[in-house]
């Protein structure tokens, strides 16, 4: 089955920079990879999604690239706010399967103020 | 804005005792996920319904755990008898339907408690 890993566990940043989270699959039929925010004591929340037509999608401060061949995708958030903090999990699916996902171990994001 | 609906938020139950999770998806939505979230991971999935059809339940340890969708709109999700291990998030979420490609939405889950 499907295999997501996804680095690093967890990430400290100044408030204004950017943040970089990676995950890497194993399966090449998976063909959707969604990121998910879950803050304390709540259930994920999508944030941005990505399909393997695609190589980049981008909305206003939060990015998603797709690498196929090397089968990773990365999530790139830009101006970074104390409100971003919480635990990010990228995820990866196969069409076929439904909609499984298959998570990654999850990055608890840290933003100073 | 719809939302998939879950109660109860918090659960502490004895081991060895029964407990019952239940979860209301977005209207509409056909296929309905039980995902468990042990502290500090990703979540992991239980069991996937398709309307009122289990289409997984590889990972279900069914020597416990069951789960129904009846009518194909709510689902329960019940662990009897409960183990000290089962302590966890319990997660339901919701989407469209299958064929992937489709945005599965989530509940804000049950903290389970086994003491």
């Known amino acids: 089955g499907e295999n997501v890993e996804q680095h690093p566990s967890t990430l400290s940043v100044q408030e204004g920079d950017s943040a970089v989270i990676k995950c890497t699959y194993s399966d090449s039929a998976s063909n959707y990879f969604p990121w998910y925010k879950q803050e304390l004591g709540k259930g994920p929340q999508l944030i941005i999604d990505?399909?393997?037509?695609?190589g980049e999608k981008k909305d206003q401060r939060i990015a998603v690239t797709l690498n196929k061949t090397a089968k990773h995708f990365s999530l790139h958030i830009t101006e970074t706010q104390p409100e971003d903090s919480a635990v990010y999990f990228c995820?990866?699916?196969?069409?076929?399967?439904?909609?499984?996902?298959?998570f990654g171990g999850g990055t608890r994001l840290m933003v100073k103020p | 804005e719809a939302e998939v609906a879950q109660s109860p938020r918090y659960k502490i139950t004895e081991k060895s005792q029964a407990v019952a999770f239940w979860c209301d998806p977005i209207?509409?939505?056909?296929?309905l996920y039980w995902y468990r979230q042990i502290l500090g991971q990703g979540p992991e999935l239980l069991v996937q319904f398709q309307d009122e059809s289990v289409v997984d339940d590889s990972q279900l340890p069914k020597d416990r755990f069951s789960a129904e969708r009846l009518k194909g709109v709510d689902s329960t999700l019940k662990i009897q008898p409960a183990e000290l291990g089962d302590s966890a998030m319990y997660l339901c979420?919701?989407?469209w339907g299958t064929g992937g490609n489709t945005e599965a939405f989530f509940g804000q889950g049950t903290r389970l408690t086994v003491v």
């Open positions: 990505i399909r393997s037509n695609v």
């Open positions: 995820a990866a699916s196969m069409g076929n399967a439904g909609n499984m996902l298959t």
């Open positions: 209207s509409g939505h056909a296929t």
């Open positions: 979420a919701s989407s």
